[in-house]
């Protein structure tokens, strides 16, 4: 009796075993499903013109682990997704992407959306609050799509969000980001290759927690967590109140 209790156990622990060596890399069925829909809706509004594979090694093989696949990385303890990226794939006009595939996606800490032509975002229940769900967003990537002003509020929603890349997009115009307002995490702010005139509106994206910041020559002076500013006509270094300290200290 003996021992066929210490053997149930001894393969009980084999099974632990090999589920860490292997399995722990497989993301949870919620995200897994989550994926291939994204997938779907992703190929749904290609260009007919444009062939090449996407996503390829993303599956219905029931053996493959998707912490594997490309684009993804999950955390080996939780099995989460907590970076997700797709590649170049050319969209047709006036696509949009419908938040709430993301939703899933509960965990995920850099989202790149990079260079999938889209013109806009949208999520017909939680409109612009749809991004709140995403609670743990600290990178997010929308370079080279189509977005225009419209996607500030949608934005304003990734209060966790500490890095916002959208250069190559059609954000015109005096630029006026109060929708951004709640970012007050952010510290990269990426706008560069838009047609975007004006001075930059750092008071829009402040925190009033924050204390007094020293701007460059030229940019308007606040208070603000924000430390890097790509600006359409080069770059804005924005020193962050502890530099700004120890640069006076030295001074003296």
Same mark, same amino acid.
């Given at each position: ?210 204390? @007094? $910041?020293?701007? #460059? &020559?030229?940019? !308007? %002076? =606040? +208070?603000? /967590?924000? *430390? ?8 804005? @270094? $924005?020193?962050? #109140? &502890?530099?700004? !300290? %120890? =640069? +006076?200290? /030295?001074? *003296?």
């Amino acid at each position: 009796m003996e021992r066929k209790v210490f053997l149930g156990q001894y393969l009980i622990w084999v099974m632990l075993l090999l589920g860490q060596l292997h399995g722990y890399i497989s993301c949870i069925e919620k995200e897994k499903n989550a994926l291939f829909e994204l997938k779907k809706f992703l190929l749904s509004r290609r260009e007919e013109w444009d062939h090449d594979h996407f996503v390829p090694t993303w599956t219905n093989d029931t053996e493959s682990d998707c912490c594997l696949w490309q684009g993804l990385k999950c955390d080996p303890t939780s099995r989460r997704v907590i970076e997700l990226s797709f590649g170049r794939l050319f969209l047709k006009e006036s696509s949009r992407l419908n938040l709430s595939l993301l939703h899933p996606f509960e965990e995920v800490r850099s989202l790149d959306l990079s260079f999938l032509s889209f013109e806009g975002i949208y999520d017909d229940v939680e409109g612009y609050r749809s991004l709140r769900r995403l609670r743990n967003l600290e990178i997010l990537d929308l370079t080279f799509n189509r977005f225009n002003n419209s996607i500030f509020p949608f934005l304003n929603a990734a209060t966790s969000l500490t890095t916002l890349f959208l250069p190559w997009n059609r954000i015109d115009g005096p630029l006026s980001v109060k929708e951004l307002r709640d970012l007050t995490n952010l510290e990269l702010l990426d706008l560069s290759r838009n047609r975007i005139n004006g001075s930059i509106p750092i008071q829009a994206l402040c925190g009033s927690s924050f204390g @007094r $910041v020293n701007f #460059p &020559e030229g940019v !308007e %002076s =606040s +208070e603000s /967590k924000i *430390q890097w500013i790509y600006w359409p006509n080069g770059i804005a @270094r $924005v020193c962050c #109140p &502890e530099e700004a !300290e %120890s =640069s +006076e200290s /030295k001074e *003296q």
